[in-house]
């Protein structure tokens, strides 16, 4: 079965995305404008990979692995998440786990992608949200949002929640990468890891 990163995928079929399955939100006070992409779709492999080598596997990376890779880019706006992006990496590999997750997952609309994460509790036939704005995140989310359409009744208010969700993740992920200490950054990755899970 050919795969799809999933920006790539997103690209291909952004009107579609866009119009179906995205959200916008406003700059209110601090929050910075977001659009952030949710597909659904349900898991049908899972590979192990080392965390280190991830970056290189050509799929979307979420989660903290996400976040350190980002960081590593040389363009002005990257300058000031290079350092959490550091501390990022370092905590993660102080974690128990030395290694990511590779979720392959068919979306609803019938692409299928990849995207890399290092959370552990997602098993294959999970229906799960992909989230895509700045930055990428995978999460279970109710079976139902794999066997509805756009035009059914609940798809909409199940989708806002869902959407509302992945916006909670974004600004923590946001907020994670203006950590400027060790503290600062265990304590937003913890943060981050249950906006961005759950």
């Known amino acids: 079965m050919k795969t799809t990163p999933f920006v790539l995928t997103l690209a291909v079929t952004g009107a579609l ?48 692995i996400g976040l350190a890779a980002a960081s590593t880019a040389s363009t002005e706006t990257q300058i000031g998440a290079a350092a959490a992006g550091a501390l990022i990496g370092a905590l993660i590999q102080k974690s128990r786990h030395k290694t990511a997750d590779q979720y392959t997952v068919s979306l609803n609309n019938g692409a299928t992608v990849e995207i890399v994460s290092e959370h552990h509790d997602i098993a294959i036939g999970d229906c799960v949200a992909m989230e895509q704005g700045q930055h990428a995140n995978i999460r279970r989310v109710s ?21 509302a969700e992945a916006d909670e993740c974004h600004q923590a992920k946001q907020e994670l990468l203006k950590a400027t200490t060790e503290q600062e950054t265990d304590i937003g990755y913890k943060k981050m890891r249950a906006l961005c899970e759950h």
């Open 143 to 163: 079976p139902v949002m794999c066997n509805i359409n756009a035009g059914h009744p609940a798809y909409s208010d199940l989708h806002a929640a869902n959407a």
């Open 17 to 64: 995305t866009l119009v179906g399955c995205a959200t916008t939100e406003q700059s209110t006070g601090s929050r910075e404008n977001t659009i952030i992409a949710v597909e659904y779709g349900t898991v049908r492999n899972i590979t192990q990979v080392d965390m280190k080598a991830s970056t290189g596997t050509g799929a979307a990376l979420g989660g903290g």
